[in-house]
């Protein structure tokens, strides 16, 4: 495993071997049988099989109960404001393209305060893997409508039931121009995330994941069906998408679906009834915003030569 | 003033007198879109770069596209020229080349001309075809005719039709003629000044500017009986000329930045036109993001994972930028903002100048958020507050706001060129490993600092937040952290006031009245203040440029002085029997010093939309003074 760090100038010999337990920060505080544990100890198990230096690994995040992520993680962590985690992660980027950059957001911070963000990220198309922990609900505020809420559902802020059908962030996301990785997977398919996630790693671009979660407090019976029926599930499976050769067995409600046709991606995400898991999309061709942002450093020296230059256009 | 009947193009030889003159004040007005504003930037570096002390102010309607021919469409320059330095754009213009007669209405309304101005008019309008504006042009001959200006008659279209086939795409350059003649301006230097602001364009373009500017002052010649040559006294040392933006673009690039994020905001965006076109050339990155927000959240992840970052924005996008300021300051995150004031509240006047957000970006934030303020009062200081904000914002980890604004933003002042010095760039990226022991957050109790770690350094891993954290970066479930944290970012704001020197008072360190300013009202103060003085006042003035935290020994000066008052580009009652003197709502550098110092300090302010005049400023003396200012 050889890290490049660009700014020192070439890679450099490293010899450290990580295991999980290298990337392990404070013990986590979300609750007992909270979605967001099995996603860390994924994340925890990709970066290990990854090999990536943890000081050159950044996660940046929003507010919300799943923004808690980067403390439970011993890389670089940046536990900003509510909704605004993907500029940040951009100016990242932008700035120090050597590093690996996630994003983890909450469904308050991702599609809703945070939404215009969204968008635009998708847009830029800067190279980091985006996740979003849905678990349909406000926890940390104490159990507020968010906009993925199942129409119906009775919370603290519309206690008679949402009044507006949910938001589904797939669709959305596969209808902004220049998305290049749309993946959707769920946090009690363990082998399922997990490939997911390494999938979403190796695309060059953003790579936008729903990661589908209960709420044990606020929404614990979400999921119920989905999990007591696998075949309430449909597998998107194709050799450029998700392959989990184990779970064959168990979720036999499988559909090829070539994650380059988006047209068929659009169809499949607006299907109003089931459960698809899998990569809707995938295009690695489309531009990476660091790559056409990106400018070779001047030295001091350089910078203050031209500046001269500059200068002398403006000279009496 | 007409020398001979206007259509006639033969030159009268010697039939003008010659009036030198140490200060002159010219305004150019047209409709928006027929160039003044093109036409007054040439004539003002040209003066500039033959070594007139120069100021310009821009004209600027709010509209993109107002009505032709209304008196608040107009747009264009008012250039102050001068023997010597010139601080400000004085009082009333001396003389106004106006395109029509409804948006010299307009400046006429305003007061800005001096009661015996010279008017140069297009006269084409009195004979249009439509009854309409013959009838408007009547009118405002008669309104005009009130005053004891001279108003001299132009046939600038027909003139220019003798040249283009449409005149409003000419005017300017034939104005621009009629003004080199009227000033004496070099020719040569007008000439290349003209094919350097229309470099992009054709050579037809090129030779009919010529024509046109030609004609243009062969008609002076020939028809004008009076010129003003201001002698010109060029600077021993080499001198640059540009607007404030212009100079906190290229202040900047001398600062060492490598990424500026932003989102169009006038009057800030010019910073991002000329960025946007030669960052790259220095290695640099201007990001245009999708709104105010994201811009300064980009340039704060940029600035925690490699060096300063910075962003342009204006009272609006302040406001969007709140929180994330606040974020900043929690996580020490270094990081720039140049605020480039314009009328506020809310959307206000967006091309217009004030000077009211200094109580906004000082205490904006929900909670305790000190940030480090300074506002430049030149456009030289606009350049050098980039180097110091960028040092500042390192050294402290902290977040600098640069004050200027619409004034400065667009003004254009000739100033010594800097010596740029390859220190100013500040230090590489160190992605060294962070030593044993030491933490994210290592404050010293005695100067709150503490060593910045950056993604990328072995061993310095943790998490930034912005809750309330401890020295681990570890979030504080322990309240007494978050007093102790809150002390040692405080802390960095006294270390540097303790750096700071004393500001210098303008005039005798004692008398009857101090006269303090911030930002770009400078010029006009000081110019008001030696008026007074001449007059045999005992007034003083006194200029801040850091405004957080406050320069030091600022109670023993005010203590020397009878009255202290402000003058600023803001919002305040005016004394006023309605508004008891307790409940008086004040300017805000004057709410600000009265908070700090226990003085009673005083103010005067204005929200005009427009810079202030010294002779304002001196009535503004002259009230505040024992006797009412009766020498």
């Known amino acids: 495993m050889l890290p490049t760090c660009s700014i020192l100038g070439g890679p450099i010999e490293d010899e450290r071997v990580f295991d999980t337990a290298d990337y392990e920060g404070a013990i986590a505080r979300w609750c007992p049988g909270c979605g967001d544990h099995a996603v860390l100890t994924s994340m925890q198990r990709l970066l290990a099989a990854e090999q990536l230096a943890p000081e050159q690994t950044v996660f940046v995040s929003g507010i919300g109960?799943?923004?808690?992520?980067?403390?439970?993680?011993?890389?670089?962590?940046?536990?900003?404001?509510?909704?605004?985690?993907?500029?940040?992660?951009?100016?990242?980027?932008?700035?120090?393209?050597?590093?690996?950059?996630?994003?983890?957001?909450?469904?308050?911070?991702?599609?809703?305060?945070?939404?215009?963000?969204?968008?635009?990220?998708?847009?830029?198309?800067?190279?980091?893997?985006?996740?979003?922990?849905?678990?349909?609900?406000?926890?940390?505020?104490?159990?507020?409508?968010?906009?993925?809420?199942?129409?119906?559902?009775?919370?603290?802020?519309?206690?008679?039931?949402?009044?507006?059908?949910?938001?589904?962030?797939?669709?959305?996301?596969?209808?902004?121009?220049?998305?290049?990785?749309?993946?959707?997977?769920?946090?009690?398919?363990?082998?399922?995330?997990?490939?997911?996630?390494?999938?979403?790693?190796?695309?060059?671009?953003?790579?936008?994941?729903?990661?589908?979660?209960?709420?044990?407090?606020?929404?614990?019976?979400?999921?119920?069906?989905?999990?007591?029926?696998?075949?309430?599930?449909?597998?998107?499976?194709?050799?450029?998408?998700?392959?989990?050769?184990?779970?064959?067995?168990?979720?036999?409600?499988?559909?090829?679906?070539?994650?380059?046709?988006?047209?068929?991606?659009?169809?499949?995400?607006?299907?109003?009834?089931?459960?698809?898991?899998?990569?809707?999309?995938?295009?690695?061709?489309?531009?990476?915003?660091?790559?056409?942002?990106?400018?070779?450093?001047?030295?001091?020296?350089?910078?203050?030569?031209?500046?001269?230059?500059?200068?002398?256009a403006y000279a009496i | 003033m007409i020398a001979s009947a206007p259509a006639q193009t033969e030159r009268v030889a010697a039939a003008y007198r010659t009036v030198p003159v140490p200060l002159h004040t010219v305004e150019i007005v047209s409709d928006s879109g027929e160039g003044a504003q093109k036409c007054a930037q040439i004539f003002g570096t040209v003066s500039a770069k033959m070594g007139?002390?120069?100021?310009?102010?821009?004209?600027?309607?709010?509209?993109?596209?107002?009505?032709?021919?209304?008196?608040?469409?107009?747009?264009?320059?008012?250039?102050?020229?001068?023997?010597?330095?010139?601080?400000?754009?004085?009082?009333?213009?001396?003389?106004?080349?106006?395109?029509?007669?409804?948006?010299?209405?307009?400046?006429?309304?305003?007061?800005?001309?001096?009661?015996?101005?010279?008017?140069?008019?297009?006269?084409?309008?009195?004979?249009?075809?439509?009854?309409?504006?013959?009838?408007?042009?009547?009118?405002?001959?008669?309104?005009?005719?009130?005053?004891?200006?001279?108003?001299?008659?132009?046939?600038?279209?027909?003139?220019?039709?003798?040249?283009?086939?449409?005149?409003?795409?000419?005017?300017?350059?034939?104005?621009?003629?009629?003004?080199?003649?009227?000033?004496?301006?070099?020719?040569?230097?007008?000439?290349?000044?003209?094919?350097?602001?229309?470099?992009?364009?054709?050579?037809?373009?090129?030779?009919?500017?010529?024509?046109?500017?030609?004609?243009?002052?062969?008609?002076?010649?020939?028809?004008?009986?009076?010129?003003?040559?201001?002698?010109?006294?060029?600077?021993?040392?080499?001198?640059?000329?540009?607007?404030?933006?212009?100079?906190?673009?290229?202040?900047?690039?001398?600062?060492?930045?490598?990424?500026?994020?932003?989102?169009?905001?006038?009057?800030?965006?010019?910073?991002?036109?000329?960025?946007?076109?030669?960052?790259?050339?220095?290695?640099?990155?201007?990001?245009?993001?999708?709104?105010?927000?994201?811009?300064?959240?980009?340039?704060?992840?940029?600035?925690?994972?490699?060096?300063?970052?910075?962003?342009?924005?204006?009272?609006?996008?302040?406001?969007?930028?709140?929180?994330?300021?606040?974020?900043?300051?929690?996580?020490?995150?270094?990081?720039?903002?140049?605020?480039?004031?314009?009328?506020?509240?809310?959307?206000?006047?967006?091309?217009?100048?004030?000077?009211?957000?200094?109580?906004?970006?000082?205490?904006?934030?929900?909670?305790?958020?000190p940030k480090i303020v300074i506002a430049p009062s030149t456009i030289e200081e606009c350049f050098h507050a980039m180097v110091t904000a960028r040092r500042l914002a390192e050294t402290l980890r902290a977040v600098v706001i640069v004050l200027t604004d619409a004034n400065l933003a667009t003004g254009v002042q000739p100033f010594p060129r800097p010596q740029l010095d390859v220190a100013w760039q500040g230090a590489p990226l160190d992605l060294g490993p962070v030593p044993e022991g030491v933490r994210p957050y290592d404050w010293d109790p005695r100067t709150g600092l503490s060593r910045r770690f950056i993604p990328g350094q072995p061993g310095g891993m943790h998490t930034l937040t912005g809750l309330a954290h401890d020295e681990n970066s570890k979030v504080a479930y322990d309240p007494i952290v978050h007093q102790r944290s809150s002390t040692a970012r405080s802390r960095k704001l006294a270390v540097l006031q303790q750096m700071l020197r004393p500001p210098e008072v303008n005039g005798e360190p004692e008398g009857d009245l101090l006269v303090v300013g911030w930002g770009s009202t400078r010029g006009a103060i000081e110019e008001a203040v030696e008026r007074a003085r001449a007059a045999g006042h005992a007034v003083s003035s006194l200029h801040l440029t850091f405004l957080s935290p406050l320069e030091p020994g600022l109670v023993e000066i005010f203590g020397r002085f009878r009255r202290v008052m402000t003058v600023e580009i803001n919002y305040s009652d005016d004394p006023d029997p309605f508004v008891p003197p307790s409940h008086r709502r004040l300017g805000q550098l004057a709410f600000l010093l009265r908070a700090q110092t226990l003085v009673d300090v005083d103010c005067w302010t204005r929200v005009i939309g427009e810079p202030l005049r010294p002779a304002s400023i001196l009535r503004a003396i002259h009230s505040r003074l024992p006797d009412g200012g009766a020498a």
């Open chain 1, 65 to 312: 109960c799943s923004s808690r992520f980067p403390h439970y993680m011993k890389t670089y962590g940046f536990h900003g404001l509510h909704g605004r985690a993907l500029p940040v992660a951009t100016g990242v980027k932008l700035h120090r393209p050597d590093l690996h950059v996630f994003v983890v957001m909450g469904d308050g911070d991702c599609t809703s305060i945070g939404a215009g963000h969204w968008l635009h990220a998708v847009r830029y198309n800067a190279d980091m893997t985006a996740l979003l922990l849905d678990n349909s609900i406000y926890g940390l505020t104490k159990n507020q409508t968010s906009p993925t809420t199942p129409q119906g559902h009775a919370s603290n802020t519309q206690p008679r039931g949402s009044y507006l059908p949910p938001l589904d962030p797939v669709q959305a996301t596969l209808g902004i121009s220049n998305a290049s990785f749309v993946a959707q997977t769920a946090e009690w398919i363990p082998a399922h995330l997990y490939a997911t996630l390494q999938a979403a790693y190796h695309h060059r671009g953003f790579s936008f994941v729903r990661v589908l979660q209960r709420c044990p407090v606020f929404m614990p019976t979400l999921f119920r069906d989905a999990m007591r029926t696998p075949d309430a599930i449909q597998m998107l499976v194709h050799d450029d998408g998700v392959a989990v050769p184990e779970l064959q067995k168990l979720y036999r409600n499988r559909l090829v679906h070539d994650p380059r046709d988006l047209d068929a991606a659009r169809r499949l995400a607006a299907e109003s009834e089931g459960i698809r898991l899998g990569v809707f999309f995938r295009d690695e061709t489309r531009a990476v915003y660091d790559d056409i942002r990106h400018v070779p450093r001047r030295t001091a020296e350089e910078r203050v030569r031209l500046l001269n230059e500059e200068l002398d």
């Open chain 2, 52 to 369: 007139n002390g120069v100021w310009t102010v821009e004209i600027i309607p709010a509209e993109i596209q107002p009505p032709a021919r209304s008196p608040a469409g107009g747009s264009g320059n008012r250039i102050r020229l001068g023997t010597g330095r010139v601080t400000n754009w004085g009082d009333d213009a001396n003389l106004i080349v106006a395109f029509n007669e409804q948006v010299l209405l307009g400046r006429h309304s305003l007061g800005a001309l001096a009661a015996d101005a010279t008017i140069l008019l297009d006269d084409s309008w009195a004979t249009h075809g439509d009854p309409r504006i013959r009838e408007q042009w009547s009118q405002a001959m008669t309104e005009l005719a009130t005053r004891e200006y001279r108003v001299v008659p132009v046939p600038i279209e027909a003139e220019c039709l003798q040249v283009v086939d449409n005149a409003r795409k000419g005017k300017n350059m034939f104005v621009l003629g009629m003004l080199c003649w009227l000033y004496d301006r070099d020719v040569e230097r007008m000439h290349a000044e003209i094919h350097n602001t229309f470099r992009s364009k054709s050579e037809q373009v090129h030779a009919t500017n010529l024509a046109l500017f030609e004609r243009g002052r062969a008609w002076a010649e020939a028809n004008l009986d009076v010129r003003y040559p201001v002698p010109a006294e060029p600077a021993a040392e080499p001198m640059l000329v540009m607007n404030g933006n212009q100079a906190v673009a290229l202040g900047a690039v001398a600062a060492g930045f490598e990424l500026l994020a932003m989102y169009p905001i006038t009057p800030a965006t010019s910073v991002s036109h000329y960025l946007g076109n030669i960052f790259e050339r220095f290695g640099g990155v201007m990001h245009q993001a999708e709104d105010e927000i994201a811009a300064v959240g980009v340039a704060i992840g940029a600035s925690w994972a490699g060096r300063c970052a910075f962003t342009v924005t204006s009272g609006p996008g302040l406001a969007l930028k709140t929180e994330f300021l606040g974020l900043a300051v929690m996580t020490e995150t270094p990081l720039v903002v140049v605020d480039v004031q314009r009328g506020g509240p809310s959307t206000g006047l967006p091309t217009k100048v004030e000077q009211s957000d200094l109580l906004a970006v000082l205490f904006g934030q929900p909670g305790d958020a």
